[in-house]
C-alpha cells in the first residue's frame, strides 16, 4: 500500500489546532477568527467524537466557540457546536456557572430567547441579564434598520422597522456601558449648537441585548429614541464592534460617518465632525445653531 506524507489527525487533534489559533491572542483579527473557525467540520462534533476529547481539549474547544460567537453572533453553526460542547461537559459533570453564562449570552445576541431561557433553567445559579418577559412582532415594514423597542420597565420588546429610507437621520451606535459613548451624548445634548438638530434627526442603536441600559440612557439623557439592534446585517454600512460611531443618512443612504468624540488634543473634534455629518446630509448650519 503506498504511503502518504502529511499524516491523519483525529477530530481531537483538528479541533485542538484549531482552537489553539483561536484563543492564543487576546484580542485576535477578526479576518484570522473568521477563517479559523471555518475549518471546524462537523462531524468532528458527534458525540462520539467529543468523547474522545480531554477535559482540557473541551476546555479549549469551548472557549474558541465561544469567542467565534462573540465576534459574530448569530452564526447558528457555531452556534450548534458551542452547545454540543457544552453537552459534552454536562455529561462528564464538569460544567460551571460561566459556561452557562456564556452559552445564554451567545444565544442572547443571536436573538434565540427561548433557547436562552432552557439554558437559564440548567444553571439556576448562574448569573444571567434581565430579559424581557414579553417579546413581539409589531409586524410590518420590511426586514431592514430592524430594532427592539423596550418599555415597561424592560418587561416588554417590540421588534419593528425603523423609518430611515426616506429624509435625513443619524444613527450613533454604541455600547450601553462606553463612556466614551456617555460623554458623546452628554456633550451634543449640553450644547445649543448641537441639541436641536440631534433630538430632530438622531438615533441611537446597539446590538447589545441591554434592556435596563437602554432604559437607564433614555432616562438619563431623556432622550427617548435608543434601541437595540435586531441583526447587524439589518444595518448595512454599520459597524457594531467599537462605540461610538456616528452615521449620517439621507433616504437610507449612508453620506458621512466617523469613529469616537472628543479628546484631551482635539477637544471639538467631536463636535466639528457631527456638523461636517450635518452639512453632508443637507442640515443647514443655521438648524445645527451655526450661523455663517
Known amino acids: 500500500m503506498a504511503a502518504?506524507?502529511?499524516?491523519?489527525?483525529?477530530p481531537a487533534g483538528r479541533n485542538a489546532d484549531i482552537?489553539?489559533?483561536?484563543?492564543?491572542?487576546?484580542?485576535?483579527?477578526?479576518d484570522v477568527v473568521a477563517a479559523a473557525a471555518a475549518r471546524f467540520r462537523e462531524g468532528d462534533f458527534s458525540d462520539a467524537a467529543l468523547k474522545t476529547h480531554s477535559d482540557g481539549e473541551l476546555d479549549q474547544l469551548y472557549e474558541a466557540l465561544y469567542r467565534v460567537n462573540f465576534y459574530y453572533p448569530g452564526r447558528k453553526n457555531s452556534i450548534v457546536l458551542q452547545?454540543?460542547?457544552?453537552?459534552?461537559?454536562?455529561?462528564?459533570?464538569?460544567?460551571?456557572?460561566?459556561d452557562g453564562e456564556r452559552m445564554?449570552?451567545?444565544?442572547?445576541?443571536?436573538?434565540?430567547?427561548?433557547?436562552?431561557?432552557a439554558i437559564g433553567k440548567l444553571f439556576p445559579g448562574a448569573e444571567f441579564p434581565a430579559v424581557p418577559e414579553l417579546i413581539v412582532s409589531g409586524g410590518g415594514g420590511e426586514n431592514?434598520?430592524?430594532?427592539?423597542?423596550?418599555?415597561?420597565?424592560?418587561?416588554?420588546?417590540?421588534l419593528r422597522s425603523l423609518p430611515l429610507a426616506a429624509g435625513r437621520r443619524i444613527i450613533m451606535e454604541i455600547f450601553t456601558g462606553c463612556p466614551t459613548a456617555e460623554?458623546?451624548?452628554?456633550?451634543?445634548?449640553?450644547?445649543?449648537?448641537?441639541?436641536d438638530a440631534f433630538r430632530k434627526y438622531g438615533l441611537l442603536v446597539t446590538d447589545r441585548f441591554d434592556a435596563v441600559g437602554v432604559l437607564l440612557w433614555r432616562e438619563h439623557f431623556k432622550f427617548p429614541e435608543v434601541y437595540i439592534a435586531h441583526r447587524r446585517d439589518e444595518f448595512p454600512g454599520v459597524n457594531f464592534r467599537t462605540s461610538p460611531n456616528f452615521y449620517f443618512l439621507d433616504a437610507g443612504e449612508i453620506k458621512h460617518s466617523f469613529f469616537g468624540w472628543a479628546d484631551k488634543s482635539r477637544p471639538d473634534s467631536g463636535a466639528a465632525n457631527l456638523l461636517k455629518g450635518l452639512r453632508a446630509i443637507s442640515v443647514p448650519v443655521e438648524e445645527?445653531?451655526?450661523?455663517?
Open 19 to 30: 482552537s489553539q489559533a483561536l484563543v492564543k491572542e487576546a484580542r485576535p483579527d477578526l
Open 288 to 292: 445645527a445653531g451655526h450661523g455663517g
Open 144 to 158: 431592514k434598520w430592524r430594532v427592539y423597542d423596550i418599555s415597561d420597565g424592560g418587561k416588554r420588546a417590540e
Open 83 to 98: 452547545r454540543g460542547v457544552l453537552e459534552e461537559r454536562l455529561r462528564r459533570k464538569r460544567q460551571t456557572n460561566e
Open 183 to 195: 460623554k458623546a451624548l452628554g456633550d451634543i445634548l449640553a450644547d445649543p449648537a448641537l441639541s
Open 4 to 10: 502518504f506524507g502529511g499524516g491523519c489527525a483525529s
Open 104 to 117: 445564554h449570552k451567545v444565544y442572547i445576541g443571536a436573538r434565540m430567547f427561548k433557547d436562552a431561557a
